[in-house]
């Protein structure tokens, strides 16, 4: 049995363990019920944008289409994966690594597939195993739409310039604060609405159809990676509150051990003592 000096010690160090952990849960917490309401505010505003957009791509002619709907055999893939800073968030940073590793070797096997990190654990991770053509980690110390709009604008830039034939985006989808779902999204080319694109509302368009589509694709193209990248941000927060709650939890229990085990060490070495005084004093008597 250890003796009671390091028992001490483990118990002082779980202790602490546990305060960290427990405060790092409330700054997540805090963090988490902001960045929830950014993404709830803005998911209805970008489905809505990105519903309206496909059903008037899909409603063009081939000649009137637009660029970003440029279908080509795909060779050259580009997956943008978006993951978190820093880590103690559970498995929210590893299944997007895991997502973005089966895309490659799997989904599209046999193709050239680089990757757009944002996100320093994308970053480190995938530069080691594979191409990473630009890391935009830093778009989380000023997460705003115009920041983001800058990536999606290289993005737009590499596809219809030819560098890639499709692009992806990998993100943690927000559900609620135990729940985030890895979604893979094809960002380019636009994927029309099915059926035969017809809307189901009677617009009246000026000035004509395709420039109106001309001139919202490029805004609803941004707003697609804003929501992807705020849904990322908000379930991060919420994998991390998670994660450290189950460690307060699991620090609490191994510290109560502890003290259990000190406990018995304790008595164990009281009752030694006066088992060795008691036999000091019988040997005097003698």
């Known amino acids: 049995m250890a003796n009671l000096k390091e028992i001490r010690n483990r118990i002082s160090s779980v202790s602490s363990t546990m305060q960290i952990t427990s405060a790092m849960k409330m700054v997540s ?17 970008a489905d809505k944008l990105t519903e309206l957009l496909q ?63 944002i996100g320093k654990k994308a970053n480190d991770f995938l530069r080691k195993k594979s191409t990473v053509i630009a890391n935009h980690s830093g778009v989380y110390e000023d997460l705003t739409f115009e920041a983001v709009a800058d990536i999606a604008e290289e993005l737009m830039e590499r596809f219809t310039s030819g560098d890639y034939d499709r692009i992806d ?3 943690n989808k927000f559900k609620n604060a135990a729940t985030q779902l890895v979604t893979t999204e094809q960002f380019l080319p636009i994927v029309p609405a099915e059926g035969d694109g017809n809307l189901s509302v009677d617009y009246i368009f000026e000035p004509s159809k395709v420039e109106i589509v001309a001139q919202l694709i490029p805004k609803s193209l941004k707003t697609q990676l804003y929501k992807g990248i705020r849904d990322s941000f908000a379930s991060e927060h919420g994998a991390r509150m998670t994660a450290m709650h189950k460690a307060t939890d699991n620090a609490t229990e191994l510290r109560d051990q502890l003290k259990l085990t000190y406990n018995k060490a304790r008595q164990a070495a009281i009752t030694n003592e006066i088992l060795e005084i008691v036999g000091g004093a019988e040997a005097l008597n003698g």
Do not use: H, W
């Open 29 to 45: 917490a805090a963090k988490l019920k902001k960045a929830q309401d950014a993404i709830t505010a803005m998911r209805p505003y």
């Open 169 to 171: 985006i990998v993100y």
């Open 55 to 117: 059903g008037l791509s899909a409603s063009l002619d081939g000649d009137s289409g637009s660029k970003y709907s440029d279908k080509r055999e795909v060779k050259k893939v580009l997956i943008v994966a978006i993951t978190s800073n820093r880590g103690l968030a559970g498995a929210f940073n590893s299944n997007i690594l895991k997502q973005c590793t089966v895309l490659a070797n799997e989904t599209y096997a046999g193709k050239q597939v680089d990757f757009m990190a």
